[in-house]
């Protein structure tokens, strides 16, 4: 993986950790591990809210109705690399 790449994965860890006022550090999400459900045990309004945060500081929307959406969000790593070609900020 890419610095460029690590160093956003990172931050969307942190965006995750506070749009959410999770009581872990974004260094605990693990990046392969789901965000939804089993593994950082996400619900659909979470992530709606990750994806209002995402908007937001990335400068695209994500949209409620994007049939891609159970794999852009199946992980912290599928999420980043959405995020990575969709920036505009």
Do not use: C, W
Request: overall charge negative; cysteine-free; hydrophobic content about 45%.
């Amino acid at each position: 993986m890419s610095e460029v790449h690590q160093e956003l994965q990172e931050e969307v860890a942190g965006l995750i950790v506070s749009a959410l006022n999770l009581d872990i550090s974004p260094e605990e999400i693990q990046p392969d591990a789901p965000l939804y459900g089993e593994g950082l045990g996400l619900d659909s309004i979470d992530i709606l809210e990750v994806a209002l945060a995402v908007s937001k500081q990335f400068g695209f929307q994500l949209r409620s109705d994007n049939a891609d959406n159970v794999r852009i969000f199946s992980s912290l790593a599928s999420l980043t690399q959405h995020i990575a070609a969709n920036r505009t900020k």
